[in-house]
Every structure is written in C-alpha cells, then in structure tokens.
C-alpha cells in the first residue's frame, strides 16, 4: 500500500508521544513545580516537526498523593500526564492523546481524530 | 475521518520509535558494550503492545570516533542509532525504521512500508 | 576546607547512582528481560570513570506484581533497584548503594563504607 | 573510615548532578525554549532533600549553533549545560560544579568548595 500523508501526520504524532513520555516520566515533582513543568513539556514537543498544538496537564490530585511524606516530592509517572496533541502533516491534521485509563490501570496513547485542512 | 487499523498500526510504530529514542539516549557506552545495548534496546521494545519484530544496530565506527580519548566512553546519541521495527495491528503491518539521515544530519523516523497479513 | 581524595570518591560514587537511576527508569520490562537490562546498566555504569565494581538486581517479584495483566509488561521503576556500587578513586575505595527503603517508601541512596586501599 | 556529614553532602550533590544529566539530556529545544528549561532543571533540582540552591544556564551559543537548519531544534546535550549546586547537609555546605571542560570535550562534574555553617 501505499505510504500517504495521512499515514504519516499520524506516525508523527506517535513519535511525539513515545518520546514525551520516555523523556520526562521520572522527572521529580511536587505540587509548587508542576505548572513549570507542564509548560516545559508542551514547548518541547513544539518545537519539533508538524506539530501543531499541545496541551499537558499534569494529575495534582495524583502527585500529592504519591509526595513521599518525609522529603515532598514524588517523580513524574506515565499515568499523571494528560497530553493532547496536534500533528498537521500536508493537509491532515492527527489529533492524539495520552491519557491514564483507570480501568486497565495504563496510560494509553490513542488517537482521537484525523481530519483534513 | 473513521479511524481504522492501518491508522492505529502506525501510531503504534511511531510511539515506539519516539520511545526508544528518549529512553536510550545519553546511555554510557563504548566498543564493549555495544553488542549487549542493542540487544537490551530490542528487547524492550519488544514487550510492548503490537510489537512483531524489531532489529537495532549502533554505528560502532561513530561510537569509537565519539568515544573521550581519556575516559575511553561516549554517550549514546540517536545519530548512532539504526532501528527496523514491525507492527503487527490486527491485520495490519507497518515497518518503519530510524536511520541517520547525513544530508540534513538528523535522525530520520519513516515509514518504510504498509501492508496486509 | 581542603578538598581531598575521600570527597571525589564518594561525590563520583553519588554521580553514578543519580545517573543510572535517571537513565534507565522508565524502560520497558518484564520478567524475561530482567536478567539482560540488570547487565547492561552494570555494563554502562562499569565503562565510567573510577567505577571498581557494579551489582544490579531488579526486584522480580516487584516486577511480576507491576506487570499490566493484558499487556504483560511494565516499567523499571527506582524502587525496583537495588544497585552496589564501589568507585576507586586514587587510594580511596567508596561503597555506595541504592536499595529501597520500605519504611520510608523511598529508594534510598546511601554511603554504606569508604576505606583506603 | 567512619561515614560523616561532610561524606554525606558530597555524595547527595554527585546524586542531585548525575540525577539532572540523565533526566534532562536529550529534550528537544530552542533558542526560544531555553529559558523555560533551565528554569525548570533548576525546580526539579530544587525539590530534592538537601539542595540549598541551584543555578542552571545552557549554552545559548552553541544551541544555535546545533540546531537542525531545516527543522529549528536540537536536543539538550551535556556539553551545553553549566550548573552550580548547592546542598546542605546538616552543618555542611558543598558546592559543586558541571561544566563543559574544552580541553578534555567533556562535561565535567567537580567540587569547588566544602564549608562549615
């Protein structure tokens, strides 16, 4: 078959999201520096290629809750990042998103939409 | 557009690209440590979800030029990194590749092929 | 205060447990790769200056209770680790180790001897 | 040898640099990003048990000079971070240092002062 844009615009938008999450899961946090960390995480997916917009909010709920007691913070888990992606290759836009699914206690990457310009 | 299983075969792949790459990056390597590396690589990606094969090689000529001619290591760069890997979604194959692309010098993620099983 | 060959001893130990830590946390395993990814992050932290000795061990038990049930797989996390380490610098030998701290629910780096050789 | 606080400062600051390399190395950025980034190194640094405090600064000059000219990014590498660090162990301050060394092409790691309180 072959290789087209759609294809492509949803690839990319894969590779974004593996690379996201293997880059800053680990990353120690507490409830004062998520904010920042948010931020960060959305400007570097957007600098790379064909990226059209991005939005991550990270679980405060969650990193309160896993704050070691004693020294006050925890690290960036898979399962605390909600991202939502836009990739635009060509003319098609691939809407992504990783998001924890509780009932398979995962955090899972899918895609949510593909359209054209 | 309805999302079908050639789309979801190729975000798998991407995701697994982009994951590989932000994970191993910055490892400590040198000549003698090449060998088990790619096998550790491939071996992680191969238990994730889809994954039907997956074939990494360092480029062992730029670990050795890259390697501190004190301290006799590098880091693993994605320059280095020359990656095949099939996805198997439903019926759906897709084999992309991660190959350093000299001409624009980057590390190029592409789709190589798409087909049915 | 002077500083001596006891304080790089023991400030290269601490390097090297914070580094394999932030670099192999987060990687993909099951219980098939445990063996493979505990020699290669020996092995990466063995070519780094000073290293004497490294010993890995992946807590399989952790890993076997951790796995996703559908997806049967997980990721390496901190407290998973149990790491010792000995760095030689000129006549001082540092032992270090990263083991995790139940109590405290908290992978724990601590300084465990330092002796001169 | 018997374990003090002077050990222990030093072997928390090796941590809290190898820690920062490992986790930061390899995100995609900017000049425009760059910013953001050091800001948050410096906070993820910063919630960690005994940082008194942290002064990260990346290489401007040479990000421009490795950014991708087709695709306007590079990833954060080692040789372009300069970080000072402070930690506070009980009544001992230790300073130490990461910055590129040119002569040796290597992103050294080095204590620059050990103090009492």
């Given amino acids: 078959m072959e290789i087209n844009n759609r294809d492509r615009a949803v690839f990319e938008a894969g590779i974004k999201l593996g690379a996201l999450y293997h880059q800053f899961v680990g990353t120690p946090i507490n ?3 998520v904010d920042g960390l948010e931020r960060i995480i959305e400007e570097s997916i957007g600098v ?3 990226v059209r917009s991005v939005s991550v909010s990270i679980d405060r709920e969650m990193v309160g809750r896993k704050q ?3 020294f006050k913070y925890c690290e960036l ?3 605390m990042l909600h991202v939502s992606l836009q990739v635009l290759y060509k003319n098609i836009i ?3 998103e990783l998001a924890y699914d509780e009932e398979q206690d995962y ?3 899918s895609i949510k939409m593909i ?3």
């Fill in 31 to 33: 409830e004062n520096t």
């Fill in 107 to 109: 955090p899972l990457m």
């Fill in 48 to 50: 790379q290629p064909f």
């Fill in 77 to 79: 888990e898979g399962r």
């Fill in 115 to 117: 359209g054209e310009m």
């Fill in 68 to 70: 070691n007691p004693k």
């Fill in 94 to 96: 691939a809407t992504v």
